[in-house]
């Protein structure tokens, strides 16, 4: 959370780190790192309340877990990405059509 509040690469960095620390003195396991990334997925519609910039911070800072080995490729993949909505008009009214892109 504190990576997404303070939106800076240097904090980002910092917890990567610590993350990794925690991982490879056996104190954090790759699996409570994994869950602990799901529960933050599950959670981004309350998130972006607060943090309206969520995704593409989260995204930034799980690409750089990935990298160092934090997560898994799997957990990497599941990263939620914006679903912005439009509206389109046609002959028989207003449809909503979602739009799913990396943002």
């Known amino acids: 959370m504190i990576v997404m509040e303070s939106n800076q690469q240097h904090i980002a960095e910092s917890v990567c780190k610590c993350l990794r ?3 490879e003195e ?31 911070v989260l995204s930034s800072f799980a690409a750089r877990c990935r990298n160092t080995d934090i997560i898994s490729q799997e957990v990497f993949e599941e990263v939620p990405t914006k679903t912005r909505q439009r509206f389109v008009s046609d002959s028989e009214g207003d449809t909503r059509v979602e739009h799913t892109g990396a943002q």
Not at 30 to 56: A, W
Request: no cysteine; proline share 6%; net charge negative.
């Open 21 to 23: 620390a925690l991982n």
């Open 26 to 56: 056996e104190i954090v396991t790759r699996d409570q790192l994994n869950r602990g990334f799901r529960r933050i997925f599950e959670q981004i519609d309350d998130i972006k309340l607060d943090v309206p910039y969520v995704y593409p």
